[in-house]
T-cell receptor, first 113, second 116 residues
């Protein structure tokens, strides 16, 4: 079955450490997205990519970085510059048309040790 | 700027009650799309419905129905005869025009608790 796989499900970060969250999709979707979810705040867009080797900052990109070397993969790195990284991170993808709904992965919960 | 407001933070109902989740949006675009997503305890968001700005027909899907009113910029979601499995967080979202890269702006979500 096609879908989006996020790993790991739970991740712990030490002070000063960069961590990378994985997102892989086999839906042949063109566009991919990373969202951050905090309690009571809904989802906020971190980065998005509409095609391979291209990505744009979302509303809260500071302290995060991404790459899009393959259509299927859109990893997110939470750098040490992100001072409040504890949150639930969701990856999504869509065919790229404004009409199509985004499909979401199961999420990664990141906590600070 | 685009904005979605879900004023109800949390709703608790008893099974078999009807419940309506409110969604009010702001946009300057003439073409836009609205979505509802369900987030069960497992965490992933599940797509429920999409509506474009030119289609104001209400929609019914089983126990779910949606009321889209451009005049009041609202896209409300009603669950009839609620069940415990409906317990989840529900998000309303608004998409930008294509020149903005098909992004979504989400409301804060409404937590629905259905008690047996």
């Amino acid at each position: 079955d096609g879908g989006i796989t996020q790993s790991p499900k739970y991740l712990f970060r030490k002070e000063g450490q960069n961590v990378t969250l994985s997102c892989e999709q086999n839906l042949n979707h063109d566009a991919m997205y990373w969202y951050r979810q905090d309690p009571g705040q809904g989802l906020r867009l971190i980065y998005y990519s509409q095609i391979v080797n291209d990505f744009q900052k979302g509303d809260i990109a500071e302290g995060y970085s991404v790459s899009r070397e393959k259509k299927e993969s859109f990893p997110l790195t939470v750098t040490s510059a992100q001072k409040n990284p504890t949150a639930f991170y969701l990856c999504a993808s869509t065919k790229g048309s404004i009409v199509q709904p985004q499909h979401f992965g199961d999420g990664t919960r990141l906590s600070i040790l | 700027a685009q904005k979605v407001t879900q004023a109800q933070t949390e709703i608790s109902v008893v099974e078999k009650e009807d419940v309506t989740l409110d969604c009010v949006y702001e946009t300057r675009d003439t073409t836009y799309y609205l979505f509802w997503y369900k987030q069960p305890p497992s965490g992933e968001l599940v797509f429920l419905i999409r509506r474009n700005s030119f289609d104001e027909q209400n929609e019914i899907s089983g126990r779910y129905s949606w009321n889209f009113q451009k005049s009041t910029s609202s896209f409300n979601f009603t669950i009839t005869a609620s069940q415990v499995v409906d317990s989840a967080v529900y998000f309303c979202a608004l998409t930008y025009g294509r020149e903005y890269g098909n992004k979504l702006v989400f409301g804060a979500g409404t937590i629905l608790r259905v008690k047996s």
